[in-house]
Nanobody
Framework: QVQLVESGGGLVQAGGSLRLSCTAS????????LGWYRQGPGKQRELVAS???????IYTDNVRGRFTISRDNAKNTIDLQMNSLKPEDTAAHYC???????????????WGQGTQVTVSS
């Protein structure tokens, strides 16, 4: 198991920046995939960015070039640097961890409690 705690959300004007941080309760080198998801008002939760232990990184199209995901194995954190924020980025942002379970033969997911990002126009 792993507990995830997010921080860094807030209110920012369009064009501004925020940095989200997620701290894991165990070594993130043991976690196969770490990522950030978001859920806007009336919308489904969607992937923002994720990074795997093999170093691969995925960004959803509408954040590529503006957001950067990074992991710090020494601090057991995964950060999301968000630049050039837009009002449509307003959403609750959630940290996600996926760990492969060989017995279940599937990834087990864990979620943080979420942190709100609000971008004013």
């Amino acid at each position: 198991q792993v507990q995830l705690v997010e921080s860094g959300g807030g209110l920012v004007q369009a064009g501004g920046s925020l940095r989200l941080s997620c701290t894991a309760s165990r070594s993130i080198s043991e976690i196969d995939i770490l990522g950030w998801y978001r859920q806007g008002p009336g919308k489904q939760r969607e992937l923002v960015a994720s990074t795997a232990n093999d170093g691969s990184i995925i960004y959803t199209d509408n954040v590529r070039g503006r957001f950067t995901i990074s992991r710090d194995n020494a601090k057991n954190t995964i950060d999301l640097q968000m630049n050039s924020l837009k009002p449509e980025d307003t959403a609750a942002h959630y940290c996600n961890a996926q760990i492969w379970d060989g017995g279940l033969r599937e990834y087990v997911e864990y979620w943080g409690q979420g942190t709100q990002v609000t971008v004013s126009s």
